[in-house]
């Protein structure tokens, strides 16, 4: 599943190759955009920037007009050359913006819409985002709204973009065992230090997946990485890991499925205690 440090290096990717360019061609397999692109059409604008709002990525024309895509489970953007080979079936293709230069294309997105520039900040999905990881990262900001999360288990409060965004079932999983928190802890059993140790983690997890890959085409190619050991094999703690054990104790690593189908948690019932627990031992 894309998390923030996707979509980010994606936004930027394209702002790379896109700002400053106008568009030729814009096609849309979504009927709003088409529509839209009908009204007012997208071809003949210049791209101003392409930019990250959490896992949103958000792409200004000018005229005033903000493209809002969003990757759930499985879209990806790809930038190619024109007469590049694409590495998704045309099928997949969901909206095409091309320039004299580059083509992008959003393969399996099916959420996507035209926002006015200046309806933007009043715009649900984004207007109501948390603190963004990897933006400029406000930690009181979202202590306050953890606060508001009351006895909610850590393992909701880490995915909840209105509290902070950015982070999806990958990094939630892999922040909990570096932080050995067990994912049913209440947010409020937290103590405000280890809030904070467990934001600024999150942050450098998140940037230290944000790198540069040789070629210009944006994917989820699955290589994010929090043990920080290059052997594919060894790259996460515990996230995909249920039934192996643990890599620091031994214990065999637990996992299961919180609400709908696809958020798996994973933790080690060793090393992850309830934070209760904890504090009291450390007392001892
Ligand atoms: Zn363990």
């Known amino acids: 599943m894309p998390e923030g440090d996707t979509i980010y290096r994606t936004a930027r990717t394209l702002h790379r190759a896109l700002a400053g360019q106008t568009v030729t061609r814009f096609v849309a397999e979504l009927a709003p955009l088409a529509q839209v692109d009908r009204a007012e059409p997208i071809a003949g604008r210049t791209i101003e920037r392409v930019e990250a709002a959490g896992k949103h990525c958000l792409m200004t024309f000018s005229g005033g007009l903000v493209l809002r895509s969003h990757m759930r489970m499985n879209g990806s953007w790809h930038i190619y050359r024109p007469g590049e080979k694409w590495q998704m079936p045309a099928r997949a293709m969901r909206i095409l913006i091309e320039t004299a230069d580059w083509v992008a294309i959003a ?62 079932n990958v990094y939630k ?22 809030w904070r140790e467990l934001m600024t ?53 637990a996992s299961r499925k919180d609400g709908d189908a696809a958020r798996v948690t994973y933790w080690c019932p060793s090393c992850q205690l309830l934070a209760t627990v904890r504090e009291h031992e450390e007392t001892k």
């Not at 963004?132 to 900001?141: S, V």
């Not at 892999?174 to 802890?185: A, G, Y």
């Open 201 to 253: 983690l999150a942050q450098s997890l998140l940037r230290g997946n944000v790198v540069d890959g040789a070629s210009g085409i944006v994917t989820y190619r699955g290589l994010r990485r929090t043990t920080g050991r290059m052997n594919p094999e060894d790259r996460l703690w515990v996230y995909s890991r249920g039934g192996q054990p643990c890599r620091k104790c031994g214990t065999t690593i």
């Open 173 to 194: 999983s892999e922040i909990l065992f570096l932080s050995k928190l067990h994912p049913d802890t209440q947010a409020s059993a937290v103590t405000e230090i280890a």
């Open 107 to 168: 393969f399996n997105v099916y959420v996507a819409e035209f926002v006015d520039t200046a309806d933007l900040d009043r715009h649900r999905p984004v207007a109501t985002l948390g603190p963004d990881l990897l933006g400029d990262f406000d930690p009181d900001r979202a202590l306050a709204r953890i606060r508001d999360q009351g006895d909610r288990p850590v393992h909701e409060v880490l995915l909840d973009q209105r509290v902070m965004a950015g982070l999806g």
